[in-house]
């Protein structure tokens, strides 16, 4: 018995041996290449100065024996600002960006994570920024990945406090971290400028804020999955809203202005004292899409929209609670992608006297069979409104307040084209659109946003 045991004990020895020597068997064959899960990672644009996301990819050894890496480096060195780690070995970029003596062994894998933060190149435009990470085999074989990104420098300003007139004009994109705030006695000026805001804050107007080809929007320009930036994403910032004008802000003018992908709201006014001869926002011409909230909210104000969109909201893309508003050749379109509890077009209400919601030329439309909210919260205040020369997705009103609609296009999900048939797009899957008129078929040409 005790024979029969060891001569057991001995056999898996010997077995234990035979399979340690096979997995430990390296070969020097110039034949014996690694694999790689992709021949070139391709970084999504970054500002100078400010890291990427990490990227990674994989090492394959499918060879019948284990392959020994002489070393791993970045062609250039540390003259690129490519940061690589290599299967938990990171590439000292004081010591020559090179690592040694590392491992495959066969049919295993390593992993290899790259960022990318570079220095200020001096161009007004992106710059293309590559590398080569090279793998030299024991054989003296060498194989390499190809690392590509592109650099941006921009302006960066850190909790912006606005005190007097002051005006930010730009050809580089500016970064704004902690939010921007317009002092009560001060009037701010932006044009022809993007500003792109951190995770935060965005605009809060306690003065005067004037803008003129002007785009809002957030700091990330990488992508969420492959097929979809997070410029298409909505939440990206402001979380209380992309502009805040506050009780104390008047005469504020947004021209051809974009407030893309915010949160809470795009633009929101407070309630004020009401005054029906001074204007608290007009906006010209302006975009206002994505927000995780409402696109345009008036409490008690006085407001003009000519020439807008407003589309995508998960709540009202225009909400109107008392005051006046004046909204003229205004696109509301409702096609938020991700939830069903999406907020209306246009919702109107009297919590503060209606003096008067007027909508000429516009387009109010959505997913769902009724679009426009209107309630009379206060039979004590004033309701006043009136929609004319307008398409709107909703019942038609056939009450003593159809006095209220003329000329109005009766939209409903019966006919031959509406919702998203009137526009030239509406990707839901990749979150694209272009909410322009397709004249030749759409019963809504000439109006709304051009």
């Not at 290449?33 to 500002?47: E, Q």
């Not at 995770?199 to 492959?226: E, H, K, N, Q």
């Not at 205004?330 to 991700?338: D, E, H, L």
């Amino acid at each position: 018995m005790i024979k029969r045991t060891l001569s057991f004990l001995a056999l898996g020895i010997l077995l234990l041996a035979v399979g340690c020597s096979d997995d430990d068997s390296f070969t020097t064959s110039p034949s014996a290449r690694l694999t790689f899960s992709t021949d070139s990672v391709k970084m999504d644009t970054i500002f100078s100065t400010i890291g990427s996301r990490t990227y990674d990819f994989w090492v394959y050894n499918r060879a019948s024996d284990g392959i020994r890496l002489q070393s791993v480096r970045l062609r250039q060195g540390n003259q690129t600002g490519f940061r690589v780690n290599v299967d938990g070995s990171y590439l000292d970029n004081t010591l020559g960006s090179i690592v040694t003596n590392l491992e495959v062994r066969k049919g295993d894998s390593i992993r290899v994570f790259v960022e990318l933060t570079t220095p200020e190149n001096g161009q007004a435009d992106p710059q293309l920024i590559e590398d080569l990470l090279v793998f030299r085999l024991e054989s003296g074989v060498e194989q390499s990945v190809v690392l590509q990104g592109h650099s941006w420098d921009a302006l960066f300003m850190r909790d912006v406090v606005v005190t007097g007139d002051s005006v930010i004009e730009s050809t580089k994109p500016v970064v704004i971290y902690g939010g921007l705030r317009v002092d009560s006695a001060a009037t701010l000026t932006i044009r022809h400028t993007t500003l792109y805001f951190h995770d935060g804050p965005g605009i809060d107007v306690y003065g005067r804020l004037l803008t003129d080809s002007v785009t809002l929007r957030g700091d990330r320009l990488d992508r969420m999955f492959d097929y979809l930036p997070y410029h298409r994403v909505s939440g990206q910032w402001g979380k209380e809203g992309g502009i805040v004008i506050h009780a104390s802000s008047t005469g504020n003018v947004l021209r051809q202005t974009e407030i893309l992908n915010a949160g809470r709201y795009g633009v929101v006014c407070d309630s004020a004292a009401y005054d029906p001869d001074v204007l608290r926002l007009d906006m010209q011409q302006c975009v206002v899409h994505n927000c995780t909230g409402t696109g345009l909210s008036a409490t008690n104000a006085n407001i003009r929209a000519w020439d807008c969109l407003f589309s995508n909201m998960l709540g009202d893309c225009v909400a109107v609670n008392g005051g006046q508003a004046d909204i003229r050749r205004c696109t509301m379109a409702q096609f938020y992608p991700f939830l069903a509890g999406r907020g209306a077009a246009l919702s109107f209400l009297n919590e503060t006297p209606l003096y008067g919601l007027t909508l000429d030329s516009c387009i109010l439309t959505g997913y769902e069979e009724d679009v426009v909210m209107g309630a009379q919260a206060d039979t004590a205040n004033v309701f006043e409104y009136q929609f004319s020369n307008t398409l709107l997705r909703t019942p038609r009103v056939e009450t003593a307040d159809s006095v209220r609609f003329a000329n109005v296009i009766w939209e409903t999900p019966k006919d031959s084209v509406q919702g998203k048939q009137h526009f030239w797009l509406v990707d839901e899957d990749n979150l694209q659109y272009d909410f322009h008129v397709i004249d030749s078929i759409s019963p809504a040409r000439g109006l709304g946003w051009h």
